[in-house]
């Protein structure tokens, strides 16, 4: 069985940056493809950001040019690199998982496996 947990999020001033990691157990990422996604209080959970198994990257377009996905299947450790963020960034961020051996990656898949979520904060 797939397990994450994720780890970064915190408290941080707009324009501010937080580096989100997302570390897998129980079995090897490099045929998954990876998703972090993101609820905001009262709001739809919501596809943030994908990366297929080859690497090949999506976005929402509300964070392209700010955020970037990546991942370290020799550690088993996916990444969300959050740069000039804003305060509808916040919510709480989920990792998420499917077996996936094409080398694209879409946000709407049916992701199986989930994390817990760590809660990011933008505010002044």
């Known amino acids: 069985q797939l397990q994450f947990v994720e780890s970064g999020g915190g408290l941080v001033q707009p324009g501010g940056s937080l580096r989100l990691s997302c570390v897998a157990s129980g079995l090897t990422l490099d045929r998954y493809a990876i998703a972090w996604f993101r609820q905001a209080p009262g709001k739809e959970r919501e596809g943030v950001s994908c990366?297929?198994?080859?690497?090949?990257?999506d976005y929402v377009a509300s964070v392209k040019g700010r955020l970037t996905i990546s991942r370290d299947n020799a550690k088993n450790m996916v990444y969300l690199q959050m740069n000039s963020l804003k305060p509808e960034d916040t919510g709480i961020y989920y990792c998420?998982?499917?077996?996936?051996?094409?080398?694209?990656?879409?946000?709407?898949?049916?992701?199986?496996?989930w994390g817990q979520g760590t809660q990011v904060t933008v505010s002044s």
């Open positions: 990366i297929s198994s080859g690497g090949r990257t």
């Open positions: 998420a998982a499917v077996p996936s051996p094409w080398t694209v990656c879409f946000m709407n898949w049916d992701y199986r496996y």
